[in-house]
């Protein structure tokens, strides 16, 4: 039997993080979020640092980075590449709760994994964003600027290294508004996720 990997994209501020690490609790799972740039530098000789500054870049064409290979790989690309064994390595060892990263892509060949989305009405995440630690103090129409400039760079990235699009329902097995509540969210990506397992055992 595979080992059962939930992979979770999100708007930026919907509270999609919470409700990951709430499954991951809920399961007795690892979640692998910030921890996918530590393995990737530990494998790699990047700095953290680095990893994470391209993380939401992407550069002219994979397939033509690919087919010149050595130095001339432009950093975003590396670094997906490297994440995305990271993502594999990961997944083969254990069940565990994959946050972000086209997890859903990466794994898409695996049985035993559900990939959800996580959204959120606007207000609700502006709500979100106001309480992070650090927030600036700034009229809710920046606010909403700011999250559509954030899931663009993740559409962007998403799309350009997939061949899905970002958010879009068909993609996923699971869609939820996280407006239902973290708890209820969380519960039912669990009972969501139990019941595929029980229907690949069959």
């Not at 709760?97 to 049985?111: A, E, K, Q, T, W």
């Not at 999250?147 to 958010?167: F, I, P």
């Amino acid at each position: 039997m595979e080992p059962l990997v939930i992979t979770m994209a999100r708007e930026y501020a919907s509270g999609g993080s919470e409700i990951a690490q709430r499954v991951a609790d809920l399961l007795g799972v690892p979640l692998y979020n910030k921890e996918l740039i530590t393995l990737a530098a530990k494998k790699s000789g990047l700095t953290e640092e680095a990893i994470a500054a391209s993380e939401n870049q992407r550069s002219g064409s994979l397939i033509y980075s690919l087919y010149m290979m050595g130095n001339t790989m432009p950093l975003a690309d590396q670094v997906y590449i490297l994440q995305s064994n990271v993502i594999k390595e990961l997944a083969q060892k254990g069940s565990c709760v994959i946050l972000g990263r086209c997890g859903d892509y990466v794994l898409r060949d695996r049985p035993n994994v559900l990939s959800t989305f996580v959204y959120a009405p606007v207000d609700l995440r502006i709500r979100n964003a106001k309480d992070r630690p650090g927030a600036k103090d700034m009229p809710d129409r920046l606010w909403e600027t700011a999250l559509a400039k954030h899931d663009r760079a993740r559409a962007s990235y998403y799309n350009y290294y997939t061949e899905n699009r970002w958010g879009e329902a068909k993609n996923y097995d699971l869609c939820l508004n996280a407006a239902l509540g973290r708890e209820a969210c969380a519960q039912l990506i669990v009972q969501a996720a139990k019941a595929m397992e029980a229907s690949v055992r069959e």
